[in-house]
């Protein structure tokens, strides 16, 4: 029986090849879309998880969790920076780092913040942390070697931002690996970003430092300082840092908080949720881009679902009329002796092999595509988005398979029905 089925299966290879591959993309689409969405949400959860508490100003929390945790470019209101030096005093407070957005270099951001963050964010794989004015350290995905020096452009310099020139920042030190858009971060002093933008920590004009754009440069980018009256302020590279943080501190985008206990973090949220900022748990607000994207998921699996459903209906349909087709054969099967079960189960297992290649391939492709568009994704955001099947997915392969085997036993049945008589004389 199984030389003949092969046979038969390579006497037909081009049909069969058609069906196979129709059920293949048809199950690969429904498996890419599970498996990428799945990698969104382990990807930016684990991203988030190394954040306990962002402290911004009243806004919108997802923009707050894009721009802070995720370092999406986007212009965020200032809070005062006093907020900064209240939280490092505070003794629930583990850590507090300042972070400023708005510089760029080949791409990667620069992203103005303290010594706290870069000790406690990853550990160093080679270098040291910085400790001047003029020093950065490098995320690990920023492929700069140790010495190199970085010319900060602002905004994104390839819409046209300006090159500062005032100052140039020496790499020190790069971070080792942390599955996070801080992979492909530039870290250096924020005072730097401050006195680069003439925002120099002895200025308590607040209003000022507002309508300047602050750290992160609420303008678009390109946007010229020297337009405003701004002009740029020459920083000393070898000037030492002091992260000694006063009620004077320029205003803040967002400050990443690291509290001693989980009540703590729950105190501080509530603490600093009015009075003009506004304090979030990263997971928190993911959950509600979770919602989101679970109804976009809806929709695409139902898309799917439907491909498939058609795709089903077709193949049916090409079955019942290639059995149509092979009434002879069949009925040749029956007069030479063999039995109505040996016809059922020829017919069944032809379609039923057709139909689990097809399931096969679609799998791997969908496979394939998700690791794809998950590398692409992971190289312009830094986030890994890890890609796999789960124990569900053999239950879904399980279901699959059931019911292409009920599928496929239909037109075996109407090979079964046959009778040799008529088969012979169509």
Known sequence: MT?????????????SLVVVLLIAFATALGVAVTLQERALRL????AADRFDLVVGAPGSETQLLLSSVFLQPSPLPLMPGDVL??????????????????????????????????????ALAEGRVFSKAGEAVAGAAVTLPLGYEVK??????????????????????????????????????????????????????????????????????????HADGHEHAHVDPDAP????????????????????????????????????????????????????????KRVLSAVAAGAQILVAAAVLMVTVMHIGQRRRQIGALRAFGAPQSAVLMVVWLELFILIALGIAFGFAIGYGAATMLSMMLSGESGIVLPVGFIRDDLKSLAVIAVFSAILALAPALLAYRQSPAAALRA
């Open 85 to 122: 030096a209240k939280l490092a005093a505070d003794p629930r407070v583990s850590w507090a780092a300042p972070i400023g957005f708005g510089d760029s270099f080949s791409g990667y951001p620069i992203v103005g913040t303290s010594t706290a963050l870069t000790a406690n964010l990853s």
């Open 3 to 15: 030389r003949f089925i092969l046979a038969d299966l390579r006497r037909l290879w081009a049909g």
């Open 43 to 46: 990807g930016s959860a684990r």
């Open 241 to 296: 840092l002091d992260e000694h943080w006063t009620a004077k501190t320029p205003g803040l985008p967002a400050i990443l908080v690291k509290p001693k206990t989980i009540a703590d973090a729950y105190k501080l949220r509530q603490d600093y949720r009015s009075n003009g900022t506004l304090a979030v748990f990263p997971g928190e607000v993911l959950t509600n881009l979770y919602a989101t994207l679970g109804d976009a």
């Open 152 to 225: 900060p452009a602002h905004g994104l310099a390839t819409l046209g931002g300006e090159t500062h020139t005032e100052l140039a920042y020496r790499v020190t030190g790069r971070m080792a690996p942390t599955g996070t858009s801080w992979d492909r971060a530039i870290l250096v002093p924020i005072q730097s970003v401050w006195n680069l933008h003439g925002m120099a920590a002895h200025e308590d004009d607040h209003d000022r430092a507002a309508e300047a754009g602050g750290a992160h440069h609420a303008e678009d980018p390109g946007h010229d300082d």
